[in-house]
Protein backbone atom coordinates (compact mmCIF):
# COMPACT_ATOMS: atom_id res chain seq x y z
CA UNK A 1 0.00 0.00 0.00
CA UNK A 2 1.19 3.51 -0.86
CA UNK A 3 0.96 6.99 0.97
CA UNK A 4 -2.66 7.01 0.28
CA UNK A 5 -5.27 4.10 0.87
CA UNK A 6 -7.10 2.64 -1.75
CA UNK A 7 -11.17 2.54 -0.72
CA UNK A 8 -10.87 -1.22 -0.62
CA UNK A 9 -8.02 -0.70 1.90
CA UNK A 10 -10.57 1.11 4.27
CA UNK A 11 -11.99 -0.64 7.31
CA UNK A 12 -15.47 -1.78 7.19
CA UNK A 13 -16.45 -0.06 10.19
CA UNK A 14 -15.73 3.60 8.38
CA UNK A 15 -18.44 5.95 7.74
CA UNK A 16 -19.99 5.55 4.24
CA UNK A 17 -18.77 9.47 3.64
CA UNK A 18 -15.31 8.41 4.42
CA UNK A 19 -15.83 4.89 2.22
CA UNK A 20 -17.07 6.79 -0.21
CA UNK A 21 -14.78 9.47 -0.89
CA UNK A 22 -11.59 7.28 1.38
CA UNK A 23 -10.26 10.86 3.06
CA UNK A 24 -10.43 9.31 6.55
CA UNK A 25 -9.84 11.17 9.63
CA UNK A 26 -7.73 14.16 10.75
CA UNK A 27 -7.44 16.17 13.75
CA UNK A 28 -8.57 20.30 13.27
CA UNK A 29 -5.18 22.21 13.18
CA UNK A 30 -5.48 26.00 13.44
CA UNK A 31 -3.02 27.34 11.16
CA UNK A 32 -3.43 30.95 11.93
CA UNK A 33 -2.73 30.29 15.76
CA UNK A 34 -0.31 26.97 15.15
CA UNK A 35 -2.40 24.95 16.93
CA UNK A 36 -4.58 22.02 17.16
CA UNK A 37 -8.51 22.96 17.73
CA UNK A 38 -9.84 21.82 21.35
CA UNK A 39 -13.23 21.26 22.20
CA UNK A 40 -14.25 20.41 25.96
CA UNK A 41 -10.51 19.99 26.09
CA UNK A 42 -9.86 17.16 23.43
CA UNK A 43 -8.67 17.61 19.94
CA UNK A 44 -11.07 18.14 17.35
CA UNK A 45 -11.32 15.02 14.63
CA UNK A 46 -12.64 16.15 11.48
CA UNK A 47 -13.51 13.51 8.36
CA UNK A 48 -14.08 13.58 5.06
CA UNK A 49 -13.71 16.53 2.78
CA UNK A 50 -12.65 18.40 6.09
CA UNK A 51 -9.72 16.07 6.63
CA UNK A 52 -8.74 16.64 2.77
CA UNK A 53 -8.74 20.24 3.66
CA UNK A 54 -6.68 20.15 6.69
CA UNK A 55 -4.35 17.86 4.54
CA UNK A 56 -4.05 20.09 1.60
CA UNK A 57 -3.17 23.28 3.75
CA UNK A 58 -0.78 20.81 5.55
CA UNK A 59 1.21 20.13 2.47
CA UNK A 60 1.12 24.07 1.23
CA UNK A 61 2.70 25.39 4.17
CA UNK A 62 5.05 22.34 4.42
CA UNK A 63 8.59 23.59 2.92
CA UNK A 64 10.19 20.50 0.66
CA UNK A 65 13.08 19.44 2.19
CA UNK A 66 13.29 20.81 5.44
CA UNK A 67 12.01 18.04 7.92
CA UNK A 68 13.55 14.98 8.52
CA UNK A 69 10.29 13.15 8.31
CA UNK A 70 9.86 13.91 4.92
CA UNK A 71 13.29 13.36 3.62
CA UNK A 72 13.47 11.49 0.62
CA UNK A 73 9.73 12.02 -0.30
CA UNK A 74 8.09 15.05 -2.58
CA UNK A 75 6.21 16.04 0.40
CA UNK A 76 5.24 19.93 0.69
CA UNK A 77 6.27 22.79 -1.66
CA UNK A 78 8.88 25.42 -2.54
CA UNK A 79 6.69 28.74 -2.09
CA UNK A 80 9.63 30.43 -0.17
CA UNK A 81 11.82 31.39 -3.29
CA UNK A 82 8.76 32.79 -4.76
CA UNK A 83 7.06 34.72 -2.49
CA UNK A 84 10.31 35.76 0.06
CA UNK A 85 12.04 39.18 -1.23
CA UNK A 86 11.46 38.09 -4.78
CA UNK A 87 12.16 40.14 -8.04
CA UNK A 88 10.64 37.79 -10.44
CA UNK A 89 8.18 39.48 -12.87
CA UNK A 90 4.42 38.56 -11.20
CA UNK A 91 3.27 36.58 -14.34
CA UNK A 92 5.68 34.69 -13.34
CA UNK A 93 5.29 34.05 -9.84
CA UNK A 94 1.63 33.61 -10.48
CA UNK A 95 2.90 30.76 -12.64
CA UNK A 96 4.75 29.06 -10.55
CA UNK A 97 2.86 28.88 -7.67
CA UNK A 98 -0.22 27.30 -9.56
CA UNK A 99 2.75 24.53 -10.65
CA UNK A 100 3.80 24.10 -7.05
CA UNK A 101 0.33 23.91 -5.72
CA UNK A 102 -1.11 21.13 -8.69
CA UNK A 103 2.50 19.60 -7.72
CA UNK A 104 1.55 18.95 -4.34
CA UNK A 105 -1.92 18.38 -4.09
CA UNK A 106 -1.81 16.07 -6.78
CA UNK A 107 0.46 13.45 -4.87
CA UNK A 108 -3.15 12.69 -3.85
CA UNK A 109 -4.91 10.27 -5.85
CA UNK A 110 -8.19 11.87 -4.91
CA UNK A 111 -6.84 15.10 -6.44
CA UNK A 112 -7.27 15.60 -10.20
CA UNK A 113 -7.22 19.16 -11.34
CA UNK A 114 -6.90 22.51 -9.65
CA UNK A 115 -8.99 24.80 -11.89
CA UNK A 116 -9.81 29.05 -10.83
CA UNK A 117 -6.38 29.43 -9.36
CA UNK A 118 -5.57 33.00 -8.19
CA UNK A 119 -3.22 34.65 -6.25
CA UNK A 120 -3.47 37.69 -3.94
CA UNK A 121 0.16 38.97 -2.58
CA UNK A 122 0.75 42.07 -1.01
CA UNK A 123 4.09 42.89 0.52
CA UNK A 124 3.27 40.86 3.58
CA UNK A 125 1.24 38.02 2.68
CA UNK A 126 0.58 35.68 -0.07
CA UNK A 127 -2.75 33.91 -0.24
CA UNK A 128 -4.10 31.66 -3.19
CA UNK A 129 -7.52 30.43 -3.90
CA UNK A 130 -8.14 27.79 -6.38
CA UNK A 131 -11.06 24.60 -6.97
CA UNK A 132 -10.22 21.05 -6.20
CA UNK A 133 -11.98 18.71 -8.76
CA UNK A 134 -11.57 15.06 -7.21
CA UNK A 135 -11.59 11.55 -8.75
CA UNK A 136 -15.52 11.19 -7.63
CA UNK A 137 -16.38 13.98 -9.22
CA UNK A 138 -16.32 16.55 -6.47
CA UNK A 139 -15.09 20.18 -6.42
CA UNK A 140 -15.06 22.49 -3.78
CA UNK A 141 -12.67 26.01 -3.31
CA UNK A 142 -9.84 26.41 -0.71
CA UNK A 143 -7.91 29.77 0.00
CA UNK A 144 -4.81 28.98 1.46
CA UNK A 145 -2.93 31.87 2.94
CA UNK A 146 0.81 30.88 2.42
CA UNK A 147 1.94 33.86 4.41
Do not use: H
Not at 33 to 38: I, M, Q
Amino acid sequence: MGMFPETSDLPQAVTTDVIKYGFGKSFLFNFNKGDFDLKDGKITVVEDIAALKVWIEKILRTKRGEYKIYEGTPYGSRFDDLVVGSTYPPAFIDSELRREVEEALTQNPQIITISEFEVDRSASNCTVSFVVTLASGLTFGEVVNLG
